[in-house]
């Protein structure tokens, strides 16, 4: 179950961010942790696999969440509040990507998207999706308040970038990652 409280951030130095780009059934999941204190990137890795479960709207989970646990879970250790590219509680079914990968790794996570699932009425928005400077939609995933994930973008979205830093860079590295390979692969 997922827990919306500050309580269990301990220490808010290093932010990790999470994202997958994709090839048909390829999946490149990029990772990258920002550390506050230093200003800057202090980790990056990228893993790519193979994935079955097709794409099914309000189901992301299921698709992306295996591939980047398992990435998640070498580096569990490396970063205090995670960002996720998908939703949080604030999900229609109360359960999206950021929220499953808090509960299952026992992190405090913040969930970012390009834009809401469904309308942002009442029955969606009861998680307070709220968007972060015409920018992008933030809400909570699990052990953070939707404040303190207010305050953790704020730290980490310069103003003229489209994400966070972390976000921003896992994401870069997941595309590179899928256009090498797949751009190396025609070369055989």
Do not use: Q
Not at 7 to 13: G, Y
Not at 102 to 116: E, M
Not at 121 to 148: A, P, Q
């Amino acid at each position: 179950m997922a827990v919306i409280s500050d309580e269990f951030i301990k220490e808010a130095k290093r932010i990790g961010g999470v994202d997958a780009s994709y090839n048909d059934d390829v999946v490149a999941v990029g990772f990258s942790v920002y550390d506050l204190s230093k200003k800057g990137i202090t980790l990056i890795n990228v893993a790519i696999t193979s994935i079955k479960m097709p794409y099914v709207s309000t189901f992301f989970s299921f698709r992306e969440g295996p591939p980047a646990l398992r990435m998640l879970r070498r580096f569990g250790d490396e970063y205090d509040i995670l960002l996720v590219n998908g939703h949080g509680l604030a999900h229609p079914r109360k359960c999206g990507l950021a929220t499953f990968l808090g509960v299952v790794l026992r992190k405090p996570t913040i969930g970012v998207a390009n834009s809401p699932i469904g309308n942002l009425d009442e029955d969606y928005n009861v998680n307070n999706l709220r968007m972060f400077e015409n920018k992008y939609y933030y809400s909570v995933g699990n052990m953070i308040t939707i404040e303190k994930a207010y305050e953790i973008l704020k730290e980490t979205t310069p103003e003229d970038w489209r994400l966070p830093i972390p976000l921003e860079v896992a994401h870069k590295v997941s595309k590179k990652m899928l256009n090498t390979v797949f751009k190396n692969a025609e070369r055989v």
